[in-house]
């Protein structure tokens, strides 16, 4: 009679796994906004536009910067690629001539509903048919990770 084992994963292993984890929801994501034919977009953008998604109105790249937790060089990459492909927009602040205000043009909203589609599809993929708790507690896992490098 065969007992099973318990697999022992290699701890010291565990970036290049969370890597590994990354490359493989990029590739879904490239391939779900090739195949709707969204150009201009690649995965490193979505939490700019998901923040942008739920404005009302154009925010300063400041606030954009503090929500997404990236560094102002990289946010400020992203806004100049998806201004430049036509999905936001950057105006001057006339309270601060140094601000900048960034919002969504109506080809940017336009990428709503592909975006939460594609978000949904990874998901889906990334969860399977794990259970809500494990869901839960992978959450908390992954919050603790964070936290502990960012010491």
């Not at 536009?49 to 560094?71: A, T």
Request: net charge positive.
């Amino acid at each position: 009679m065969k007992t099973k084992q318990k697999r022992t994963l290699d701890q010291r292993g565990i970036i290049a796994q969370l890597a590994r984890v990354r490359e493989a929801a990029n590739l879904i994501i490239e391939k779900e906004l090739h195949d709707r034919g969204v150009t201009g977009i690649v995965p490193a953008h979505g939490a700019v536009l998901s923040y942008l998604f739920r404005q009302q109105e154009p925010v300063p790249i400041k606030s954009l910067v503090g929500q997404i937790g990236r560094v102002k060089s990289t946010v400020t990459g992203i806004v100049n690629t998806l201004e430049r492909h036509g999905y936001l927009f950057k105006q001057e602040c006339d309270l601060d001539a140094r601000s900048v205000r960034i919002g969504l043009t109506e080809k940017g909203r336009g990428l709503q509903s592909d975006f939460e589609a594609i978000s949904r599809t990874v998901l889906d993929r990334v969860f399977g048919d794990m259970p809500e708790s494990d869901r839960q507690r992978l959450m908390e896992l992954l919050a603790e990770i964070e936290g502990n490098l960012n010491r």
